[in-house]
């Protein structure tokens, strides 16, 4: 089992990312998968959520309208569209799967990617 994520890196405020988490190992389409991130002495907080047939979505308020998040079940992806980046979305990000439908609520997860790391300048 691999949760892949990738894209982070560094950009300025106002600009724009896309993460990507390349899953395999698992049955894919049986499973939510969330973005979560992780900044220097904060704890983990879930950024945004996607349901197994991509039909329902969730957002964290301080990403909500930036940050759409999208599936794509032939490939094994799960994309985050990053826009209107702001120095405080600066953390590690990383991606999990879940086939119980506790993963944005109870923020527990089957499977946790790597993280990757986005940093947000002024």
């Known amino acids: 089992v691999q949760l892949q994520a990738s894209g982070g890196g560094l950009v300025q405020a106002g600009g724009s990312l896309r993460l990507s988490c390349a899953a395999s190992g698992f049955r894919f389409g049986d499973y939510d998968i969330g973005w979560f991130r992780q900044a220097p002495g904060k704890e983990r907080e879930g950024v945004a959520c996607?349901?197994?047939?991509?039909?329902?979505?969730y957002y964290a308020d301080s990403v909500k309208g930036r940050f759409p998040i999208s599936r794509d079940n032939a490939k094994n992806t799960v994309d985050l569209q990053m826009n209107s980046l702001k120095p405080e979305d600066t953390a590690v990000y990383y991606c999990?799967?879940?086939?119980?439908?506790?993963?944005?609520?109870?923020?527990?997860?089957?499977?946790w990617g790597q993280g990757t790391l986005v940093t947000v300048s002024s």
């Open positions: 996607i349901s197994r047939r991509g039909d329902k979505t």
């Open positions: 999990a799967a879940d086939e119980r439908s506790r993963l944005w609520v109870r923020h527990i997860a089957d499977y």
